[in-house]
Structures are given as structure tokens and as C-alpha cells.
């Protein structure tokens, strides 16, 4: 067994010292005050066993990372009924696209782009009694931790500049795919992104999907198909136009936020959180690509 510990070191002292660290999003305001010299690693084995690195113990917000985890509670509530009203293929353009969706009639390409992610929400809203309460306790009770939550401030920075997602839920709504309105919908996603989690707890979050759906901690599980189909769509669509980039350096199903943050996994080994938050040009943490690449090729730990 590698010497993971050692491993992760390594490649977090190679990394720290990289001149070019990216940018920090700015898009969302909020999120522009964060230091981008943040960077931390945290990686859990099957065998139950936990490596970090550097602040993998910071809470940071984890933006699209919860665009899976969404879709793991709408798979658990409705099913194969998720797949009626948002398709399965990759995108090839940037996470808040809307061309394609005007001109595939109002269909998202997958669940993992914002136009997809909204969808995702609509459903939760529709299913869930208490939505935002609700999923906030999916998120803690995959975790086994109490003291997740929204950070507020984020949500409401994205409420008063997220045009874009406004004109993708009204396109959405105008192909009458959104069943409830517009505002309740990005309400509701917008705090979903806006949860902050470290490292170390979106690791144990995602550790279900590297354990055939079944989470360690409580009754929370998916059946093995399901956790193989978001597995699959996180290795296809996980990253936007840059998905092929990341299979082809890092070889592993995951999912980025533009705070920064990476979840990446390997089916009945591991899971992997990097955040780092300084982005490259399509919206992905730069030292956090670099920092999963190193990894595989040093564990020779991928899917391929
Ligand atoms: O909707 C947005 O633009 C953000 N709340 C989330 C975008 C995001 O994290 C894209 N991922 N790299």
C-alpha cells in the first residue's frame, strides 16, 4: 500500500510554491475576498483510513460540488423520473451556458451545469417539505456532521448579481420545464451552493459514491446503478469543457465549485478533496487539477 501520507505531502510542497495560483472567482462578490494562498487535501481510503494536507480543515464554499449531491437526493426521491426533463450528455461549453438550451427546447444537457443544476433544485423544491432545511440535513446526516450550514452572505451576493442563472430559470420556465417560480427555485440554489464544508467533510460526503451508494454513517444510501450513473456523469460532465482535460490528466470521476474546491473518487478506494482557491480559465481550481493529476500518476490510482 503507498505511503499516502508521504504522497500528499509531497505534492502539497510542490504545489504551494507555484507562482501562478490562478484567479479567485469574482462573479459571486463575496467570494472575491478569499485568500487564494488557501490550499488543503484531505483523501480517505476505503479501508476507513483519512491523509490530510495544508487547511483541509477550513470550511470553504463549495459551490457546484453540491450540484451532486443534489442530484443524489432528486435520484433518491423521484428516481428515473429525474431523466424526463434533463439529458445525460456533455456539454462542451462553459457551466452557465444558455445557447444549447434554447436551442435543445428548454432540456439541460446534464444535471451538472447550472441550467441542469436548476432543474435539479425545482425537483427538491417540489419533494421535499421543508427544501432548504431539508437538504441542508441530507448534507449533514452523509457527513455525520451537525455544524454544516449556508453561509448566507454568499447566497444573498449571488441573489443580487446572478443574472445569468435568472435568465437560464426563465428560459427554463419558458419551455415549462421549472414547476415552481423562478425565484424559489434559485433561492433554493442558490443556498445550496452556498453551503461551506472542508475538506475533510465533503470527502466523508461523497464517500457513498466510492461505496456503491451506501453511506457508512446512517440508513442514506443509493442503490449501486444509481451511484454508478452520477459517477458516471461527474467523469463526463464533471468539469464543464474541460471534463476531457480532466479525464485525460487525472482519469477519475469528480466535481469542481468555483470556490475552489475539487471532490474526485475512485470506486472501492478512495475519495479525494483538493481546494485551492484560484481558478483557471474555465472556472476550475488550478492547483487542484494539478495536485489530483500528480496523485494518480504517483499512486497509478485511476479508473483507467
Ligand atoms: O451558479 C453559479 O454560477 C455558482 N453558484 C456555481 C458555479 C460553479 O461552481 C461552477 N463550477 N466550477
Redesign the pocket.
Known amino acids: 500500500m503507498p505511503d499516502f501520507q508521504a504522497i500528499l505531502e509531497h505534492i502539497y510542497q510542490d504545489a504551494v510554491i507555484a507562482s501562478d495560483k490562478g484567479t479567485v472567482a469574482s462573479y459571486?462578490p463575496e467570494l472575491a475576498h478569499i485568500d487564494k494562498n488557501n490550499f488543503g487535501i484531505h483523501l480517505r481510503t476505503s479501508d476507513g483510513n483519512d491523509y490530510g494536507v495544508g487547511n483541509y480543515n477550513k470550511p470553504f464554499s463549495i459551490?457546484?460540488i453540491s450540484k451532486v449531491l443534489a442530484l443524489s437526493k432528486a435520484i433518491a426521491l423521484i428516481g428515473e423520473g429525474t431523466w424526463k426533463r434533463i439529458d445525460v450528455e456533455p456539454s462542451g461549453h462553459p457551466?452557465?451556458q444558455l445557447a444549447l438550451l434554447e436551442i435543445e427546447n428548454g432540456i439541460p444537457r446534464n444535471p451538472l451545469i447550472?441550467s441542469g443544476a436548476i432543474v435539479i433544485a425545482d425537483i427538491l423544491i417540489s419533494n421535499l417539505k421543508n427544501p432548504k432545511e431539508d437538504f441542508l440535513n441530507y448534507v449533514r446526516d452523509l457527513t455525520g456532521d451537525e455544524t454544516i450550514n449556508f453561509n448566507k452572505d454568499v447566497a444573498h451576493s449571488?441573489k443580487v448579481t446572478?443574472f445569468k442563472?435568472y435568465a437560464t430559470a426563465n428560459l427554463l420556465k419558458s419551455f415549462n420545464n421549472l414547476n415552481n417560480p423562478v425565484e424559489d427555485v434559485l433561492d433554493f440554489y442558490f443556498h445550496q451552493?452556498a453551503i461551506e464544508m472542508t475538506c475533510q467533510q465533503l470527502t466523508k460526503a461523497f464517500f457513498f459514491l466510492a461505496n456503491k451508494g451506501i453511506c457508512m454513517l446512517n440508513k442514506t444510501r443509493l442503490t449501486k446503478s444509481q451511484a454508478k450513473r452520477i459517477n458516471a456523469l461527474m467523469l463526463t460532465c464533471g468539469f464543464y469543457d474541460e471534463a476531457g482535460e480532466f479525464a485525460f490528466e487525472v482519469g477519475l470521476p469528480g466535481k469542481?465549485?468555483?470556490g475552489g474546491g475539487i471532490v474526485a473518487l475512485l470506486p472501492d478506494h478512495f475519495v479525494i478533496t483538493t481546494w485551492a482557491p484560484g481558478l483557471n480559465k474555465k472556472?476550475?481550481s488550478k492547483l487542484g487539477m494539478l495536485t489530483l493529476e500528480q496523485f494518480t500518476s504517483k499512486t497509478k490510482l485511476s479508473i483507467f
Open positions: 459571486i459551490q457546484s457551466f452557465n447550472n449571488e446572478g442563472n451552493c469542481s465549485g468555483v472556472g476550475n
